[in-house]
Each structure stands twice: as C-alpha cells, then as structure tokens.
Nanobody, 116 residues
Framework: VQLQASGGGLVQAGGSLRVSCVAS????????MSWYRQAPGKQRELVASISSGGRTNYADSVKGRFTISRDNAKNTVYLQMNSLKTEDTAVYYC???????????WGQGTEVTVSS
C-alpha cells in the first residue's frame, strides 16, 4: 500500500485548506485512517482519526476547526482545515492504521504554512 498526500500550501491565518491522502490497493475501507502533523522542532502529534465506520476523533487543539472525512470509493481521506492559525504550520502526514502486530503505513507528508 502506498499513501500519497497532497493539498498543502501557504495560507493566511483565518483561512482554509483541505489536504487529501489517496491510498493504493483495495483494503482502504477496512482500515482506520489518521492525520498527524509535525511542526519544526516538535514531535509528531495526532490531529484527527476516522474509523472504518466513520467515527471521528480530534485533538483538542483542532476541535471545531478541522474535519476529517473519508471517501472509500476513492480510497481517499481528507482533512478540511478552517480558521487556520499560525500554530497549525506543520508537515501533515496521513496514516493507515493496521492490526496490532503489523506496521502502519505512512504517507510522505504535505506541508502547510499559515502566515500571520
């Protein structure tokens, strides 16, 4: 399985951006998906996750501003980011969560820069 993230870019504070992650292969719908981010000099952190059934969870820092969704027909997971803040600047990574004992798959990351 390969994960290809895209959609990052430069946006002003208060603006919106949607990042996408497309998975190869036919197993996408069976797996939970997550978005992580890593800001310069900081550890990678979980931003949002979505189960195979569509249940979502968010980090407190993005609740009410970010929305994770998935389109199983397109093998794609999205992260809609609204009311962006400068502290949202990071490289955003998607992850396919696999069963315990198996390695998760990671995308290559897409960079989001929020200017003040």
């Amino acid at each position: 399985v390969q994960l290809q993230a895209s959609g990052g870019g430069l946006v002003q504070a208060g603006g919106s951006l949607r990042v996408s992650c497309v998975a190869s292969g036919s197993a996408f719908s069976r797996h939970p998906m997550s978005w992580y981010r890593q800001a310069p000099g900081k550890q990678r952190e979980l931003v949002a996750s979505i189960s195979s059934g569509g249940r979502t969870n968010y980090a407190d820092s993005v609740k009410g501003r970010f929305t994770i969704s998935r389109d199983n027909a397109k093998n794609t997971v999205y992260l809609q980011m609204n009311s962006l803040k400068t502290e949202d600047t990071a490289v955003y990574y998607c992850k396919m969560v696999r069963p315990a004992g198996s390695l998760d798959y990671w995308g290559q990351g897409t960079e989001v820069t929020v200017s003040s």
